[in-house]
């Protein structure tokens, strides 16, 4: 069984390995009058969007096809809730299509949307671009990192739901199936994570969020790296790390006990001096270690999202196809690499997590 | 120079830095399992925690020099 598992997890690695490298091919024919911007791309990638975009055929040419799921755009203008596919759009980021709704008029430009005034039918900036003659309303979307979520959130389910009925299912509770890949998962952030980091006796409270957060930064991690996803970067997206970093910041915070509010206000076994100097480093600690947990996360995946993108755009960049096996290995390597860092991550994630909570919680023993 | 370009060097000041620490904690690391291979696993995980600290400094030189 172990050994199986074992066996689809590096196929599946491999799988996700090879298939990084057909980014190649999806660029390859784009841009030949043009000239090449690594920069736009990249960002182009790395970004949140308002349409799902999977892939251009005949990419400058007259029959140019763009292949891409639609998402719902959600806007709160000063006359109220404005809905609308992101197809009217017809795919065009520049501000030239645009789209007419309940009298008002919009434009989509950088994947930004704005709300043009009467009469105009273009948007313009200013120095510090600033729309002059638009106003940007307020945009809740289903963007396209929206839409990964609830996908990995299905996935979850399904995966988390079909392991509980394997269990239900078996009388002496050995696990079987999909449930034989997650236990020893389980099992793991139980005795190398939440019990030496949190304590034999207070672990079991803080289990669910662990588990929690480790499986759901995985998954994401994972779909950003299948290139067909097309830039899913859920977990490059700040936003996104904010709101987990704040979720363990609140934990932190209000399960922390007596001995915990006192090693920050009076730091006990010190001259008092030195308690009043350590009170205001202590006091910004609290508020650093989320802070470091939402950057490390986003940094890290953005920063290998756009190491991948940066060495196929050498091909591009130089024009010339004998690049082109050399930045395909070095993009395999560092593929190969960020499926380490997809576990790694999530792992550093939850340890640190782990280890706030069990500072929060620790008794005196001295 | 411009302002990217002083960014730039930033970031690459940041790599060095983080390559020294990262570095230093390899190392230590490896000597370590070497004279206690059966700690090998705690200290694996304590310093895979390091580098994460020693790391995020890097990225956040990064971060900054992605802004300006």
């Given at each position: 069984m172990t050994l199986n598992t074992f066996k689809s997890a590096i196929l599946s690695a491999l799988f996700l390995a090879t298939s990084l490298s057909g980014f190649a091919n999806e660029n390859s024919d784009t841009q030949e009058d043009k000239e090449f911007n690594a920069k736009d791309m990249i960002m182009h990638h790395v970004k949140d969007a308002h349409e799902f975009h999977i892939i251009t055929l005949h990419e400058g040419k007259e029959n140019q096809k763009d292949i891409s799921i639609p998402l719902p755009i959600i806007l709160w203008t000063d006359n109220g809730l404005v809905t609308f596919m992101s197809s009217e759009f017809h795919h065009?980021?520049?501000?030239?299509t645009i789209v007419e709704k309940n009298g008002m008029k919009f434009v989509k430009s950088h994947e930004k949307i704005y709300q043009l005034n009467a009469g105009e039918d273009a948007v313009e900036f200013d120095a510090e671009h600033h729309p002059t003659n638009a106003v940007t309303p307020l945009d809740f979307s289903i963007t396209r990192n929206v839409f990964m979520m609830w996908v990995s959130i299905l996935v979850l389910l399904l995966i988390f739901i079909g392991t509980a009925r394997r269990y239900r299912k078996s009388e002496d509770n050995v696990p079987t199936g999909i449930a034989g890949f997650i236990e020893p998962l389980v099992v793991f952030v139980r005795d190398e994570i939440a019990k030496p980091m949190?304590?034999?006796?207070?672990?079991r409270r803080y289990m669910p969020y662990l588990l929690t957060v480790f499986f759901f930064i995985w998954i994401n991690n994972i779909f950003g790296l299948i290139?067909?996803?097309?830039?899913?970067n859920l977990s490059g997206n700040i936003a996104f790390t904010m709101t987990l970093a704040l979720f363990t910041f609140i934990i932190t915070t209000f399960s922390g006990n007596k001995n915990y509010w006192k090693h920050i206000f009076w730091m006990p076994g010190v001259p008092v001096p030195m308690k009043i100097f350590l009170m205001p480093i202590e006091l910004i600690g609290i508020f650093t270690k989320p802070i470091s947990l939402m950057i490390r996360l986003f940094a890290n995946i953005t920063a290998g999202h756009i190491i991948i993108l940066a060495l196929m755009s050498l091909i591009f960049i130089f024009k010339t196809v004998a690049v082109a096996p050399v930045s395909v290995a070095f993009s395999l390597f560092i593929g190969i690499i960020e499926i380490v860092v997809t576990a790694i991550q999530a792992y550093i994630f939850t340890v640190l997590s782990a280890l706030y909570f069990g500072m929060a919680t620790e008794e005196e023993h001295h | 120079m411009t302002i990217t370009g002083i960014a730039a060097i930033g970031a690459g000041l940041a790599a060095i830095g983080a390559g020294v620490g990262i570095g230093k904690i390899g190392g230590s690391a490896m000597e370590a399992m070497a004279r206690q291979p059966e700690m090998h696993g705690k200290i694996q995980s304590s310093a895979l925690i390091l580098a994460a600290f020693v790391e995020a400094v890097a990225l956040f030189g990064v971060v900054a020099a992605l802004i300006v």
């Open positions: 065009d980021d520049t501000g030239h949190i304590g034999e006796k207070k672990y290139p067909i996803l097309n830039g899913a | -």
